[in-house]
């Protein structure tokens, strides 16, 4: 049995020091490059530059970057400044704060002598967590889709239609992904499946998307964002199920770009609209969407296209000039009520205080 494909790897250098290998996601789809991580600044640059992307994978990620930084300095003030430099990476995605704040509980009771072991272990840790919360997402997810699929089972000739948003597959993540979990299930059960791939406008996530699904030999189409609402008035869409970034204690979600949009179209068709989540997205902090930081990203990504030229070789173009205004939100927040359910590693619940609180009985206590 081959391994399930992961975007990242430790490898042990000359000295025998650890150094984190990532798939560079600024490369893909055009190229496979792994881009190796040495030092907190690196990691922070590559979270930065969205090298590394994807709300669960920047967790894992930053827990590697502290033990990076630990490396050189595990000193209380070295342990700091990894949590503060890597916090101001990127604001949205709260599975970052959930993973320093849980290296920083195991680290900090340590004298600095045992820290670092105790930080790759803590990061290995959340990693493999990661995965099998993604599996479990994987196994909840498939249960709906077998419903969908029995839903319409006077259609059986035509396979069951599933659009997503971004890129909440494996490379989003240790392992799997989110909101693809489901469909990896799906597929591997020899389910037919058609996905559509939303382009997801200005960072092109959906292109990752198209290459996990391409490598995995699922059928999918790649369309405009703004076809969403066309096909699902065409009757063309079965089921939506998009990730999170960060989910409020009373279930809005903060998700990509574009995916407000869908739900609310979702909705007028009377399609299901799924958000795929672990528990590391949940942040009952939040009380609602509103308290959700929205990270404003530089205008450059409007501004240039990547692409490939007559060669093949990767190039970028501009298509609005430098002193053109524009704005870059980079991610929205779908209201709860336009949510069906959240599918979790702990099971399917509704996108409700209520809801979150009878699976996640822990999180009750840090309600705002
Ligand atoms: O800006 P990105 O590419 O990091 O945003 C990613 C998304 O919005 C994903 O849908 C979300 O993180 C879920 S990933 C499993």
Redesign the pocket.
């Known amino acids: 049995m081959t391994s399930a494909p992961r975007p990242l790897r430790l490898d042990k250098t000359s000295s025998g020091a650890l150094r984190l290998f990532v798939l560079d996601q600024t490369r893909l789809p055009y190229e496979v490059h792994w881009l190796p991580l040495d030092s907190l600044d690196a990691v922070a640059g590559a979270i930065r530059r ?1 090298q590394v ?4 994978l ?1 967790g894992v990620v930053a827990a590697y970057g502290v033990a990076l930084a630990l490396s050189r300095n595990a000193r209380d003030a070295g342990l700091a400044r990894a949590v503060s430099e890597l916090a101001g990476t990127r604001p949205t ?1 709260v599975n970052l704060q959930w993973a320093l704040a849980r290296m920083q509980q195991r680290l900090i009771p340590l004298p600095p002598e045992r820290r670092l072991e105790a930080a790759w272990r803590e990061a290995d840790a959340i990693a493999e967590a990661d995965a099998a919360q993604n599996r479990a997402i994987g196994q909840h997810g498939l249960t709906l889709l077998q419903a969908h699929a029995r839903e319409r089972s006077n259609q059986k000739d035509r396979p069951l239609q599933i659009m997503t948003h ?3 597959g494996w490379l ?2 240790v392992e799997q ?3 693809l979990a489901p469909l990896y299930a799906a597929h591997a059960e020899g389910m037919a499946l058609q996905v559509w791939v939303s382009e997801t406008r200005p ?1 092109n ?1 959906g292109l990752l998307t198209a290459w996990e699904l391409s490598e995995a030999g699922i059928p999918y189409t790649v369309v405009a964002d703004n076809a969403a609402g066309f096909l699902m008035a065409e009757g063309q869409v079965d089921v939506v199920i ?4 960060r989910v409020a204690a009373n279930g809005d979600v903060a ?2 770009i574009g995916t407000c949009l869908k739900a609310l179209a979702a909705r007028h068709w009377a399609i299901p609209f799924y958000v795929a989540a672990p528990g590391s997205t949940l942040d009952f902090q939040c009380a609602d969407g509103r308290a959700i930081p929205i990270e404003a990203r530089d205008g450059d990504e409007l501004r240039l296209v990547d692409g490939l030229d007559a060669a093949n070789c990767p190039q970028r173009l501009r298509q609005i000039s430098q002193t053109e205004p524009v704005a870059n939100p ?2 929205d927040i779908t209201p709860a009520e336009l949510v069906t359910a959240l599918i979790t590693e702990r099971g399917i619940a509704p996108a409700s205080w209520e809801g979150l609180s009878r699976l996640y009985p822990e999180l009750r206590h840090e309600s705002a």
Do not use: E, H, Y
């Open positions: 969205m992307r994807g709300a669960p920047i995605a971004c890129n909440a989003a993540t992904g989110t909101a960072r996530q998009t990730g999170a970034d998700n990509k980079a991610f």
